[in-house]
């Protein structure tokens, strides 16, 4: 649906551990013929942490994206953490990255906007409709997400998908005659796949403090086959509603900026009809990020001159919830 609020981009970042995972490492620890991953999942490589917490990685990835704004932390107005997982229980990673930011005593507002895998487009969402109402003037939003210490290794074809990143941007509303900003947005859920992608743990319906606490509980699920069924029922609607014609179609969109779910999941895009060569990956040699997946792919598609600015990109993505969501901005 149309929205046209005033948003604009002016500070990307993104921080990559140094670990380099190839799929044949895995291979090996699941007991996998060789080959298997990339065939399945499509992914040659991932990197995984080595010690760093999620925050430290947020952190890392917003003095990229404030240096290019030629903003001071200090002159941020708000911090969005938009992660799909979490650094900690209590408190809230928000405070976390703006302390790892140096502002710990600063007062300056942060906190999360989670929707799992769509957390990054669904903050960048929020952030428009509050630079619009005046209410801040300088806004980072941050995903960071380190998923590999939580991988269910009897369930390789999850345990191999995923990978550890961190991306940000920084955002102000775009000033008048400025084309940047979100033209449409829609977010849709669907609480009937809730089951399909979990993880179990970490609440209170599980806490590990009660009796006969189930440590697999506090690994990733994920019914892939199932995932797939559900959103190929919903996602050509999904797209007619995001913006009419785009299920047969790219329209006016010069790029599309997708969440890398998987292998198949990227495939699906094949239906809608839309270039190839307009889509951009990261999955073969990131993995799936969770909700840092799609702002580390941004990052990349701008970073290699394929989305310029006055260009419109669609962001859009299925998470657990199941939730779909997409944006077409101008960049």
């Known amino acids: 649906m149309e929205v046209t609020l005033p948003l604009k981009i002016i500070g990307l970042g993104r921080y990559l551990p140094s670990r380099i995972v190839p799929s044949s490492e895995l291979e090996t620890i699941c007991g996998l013929s060789t080959g298997w991953v990339e065939q399945r999942n499509g992914v040659s490589e991932r990197r995984w942490v080595s010690g760093e917490t999620s925050s430290f990685m947020a952190a890392e990835a917003a003095r990229e994206a404030l240096e290019e704004a030629c903003l001071a932390p200090g002159e941020l107005n708000l911090i969005i953490n938009a992660s799909g997982t979490a650094e900690q229980a209590i408190p809230d990673t928000g405070a976390l990255i703006q302390r790892q930011l140096g502002l710990g005593r600063s007062g300056i507002p942060a906190f999360s906007v989670h929707n799992t895998c769509l957390s990054f487009i669904t903050a960048l969402d929020v952030a428009a409709n ?10 980072l939003i941050a995903s960071s997400d380190i998923s590999s210490c939580g991988i269910n290794l009897k369930e390789p074809e999850s345990a191999s998908l995923v990978g550890d990143a961190a991306a940000a941007v920084v955002v102000t509303r775009s000033s008048d005659g400025d084309r940047s900003g979100i033209h449409h947005a829609h977010f849709k859920s669907y609480g009937d796949g809730a089951y399909l992608t979990t993880i179990m743990g970490g609440g209170s319906a599980h806490h590990p403090a009660k009796p006969g606490h189930n440590p697999d509980d506090d690994l990733f699920r994920m019914d892939g086959s199932a995932v797939l069924r559900m959103v190929r029922g919903i ?9 009419p014609g785009l299920s047969k179609s790219l329209l006016d969109i010069d790029v599309v900026v997708p969440h890398q779910s998987s292998k198949v999941g990227l495939l699906l895009l094949k239906r809608y009809g839309w ?15 969770v909700a840092a997946s799609i702002p580390a792919t941004l990052y990349q598609a701008v970073r290699e001159g394929r989305l310029q600015r006055g260009q419109k990109a669609l962001l859009v993505g299925t998470g657990a919830g199941l939730s779909i969501g997409g944006l077409i901005i101008s960049f």
């Open 130 to 139: 509050y630079l619009n109402s005046g209410r801040y003037r300088n806004i």
């Open 275 to 289: 270039p190839e060569g307009k889509i951009i990956h990261t999955l073969p040699w990131l993995g799936n990020c």
């Open 235 to 243: 996602d050509e609607q999904f797209l007619e509603e995001l913006y």
